[in-house]
């Protein structure tokens, strides 16, 4: 079955960096595009990232271009998130997902999701 995982979150300060790791199973990563997204407390699940199928092409949120980069390996199943310049309110739990669109934003246009992983940043 489809499986994704993330894992790299953490307790970090403001302006520090985190990496998050998602390693997927259960289908053929190189045949889907993926995405980033996240959801603080009380807040609805918002995009932050997409990756195209080569990892040639990529989407951010207004809200983390030029601090966070989406990349992804093929070889090993794995698609990342580089989180630089962190900030408070980019607390949540972050989750990745397998598009069906090319760089969607819409989170209806994700059809698989891992179980997210926490991110806190402490000002």
């Known amino acids: 079955q489809v499986q994704l995982v993330e894992s790299g979150g953490g307790l970090v300060q403001a302006g520090g960096s985190l990496r998050l790791s998602c390693a997927a199973s259960?289908?053929?990563?190189?045949?889907?595009?993926m995405g980033w997204f996240r959801q603080a407390p009380g807040k609805e699940r918002e995009f932050v990232a997409a990756?195209?199928?080569?990892?040639?092409?990529?989407n951010y949120a207004d809200s983390v271009k030029g601090r966070f980069t989406i990349s992804r390996d093929n070889a090993k199943n794995t698609v990342y998130l580089q989180m630089n310049s962190l900030k408070p309110e980019d607390r949540a739990v972050y989750y990745c997902?397998?598009?069906?669109?090319?760089?969607?934003?819409?989170?209806?246009?994700?059809?698989?999701w891992g179980q997210g992983t926490q991110v806190t940043v402490s000002s």
């Open positions: 997902a397998r598009g069906t669109k090319y760089l969607t934003l819409k989170t209806d246009e994700y059809d698989q």
């Open positions: 990756i195209s199928l080569s990892g040639l092409s990529t």
């Open positions: 259960g289908f053929t990563f190189s045949r889907y595009p």
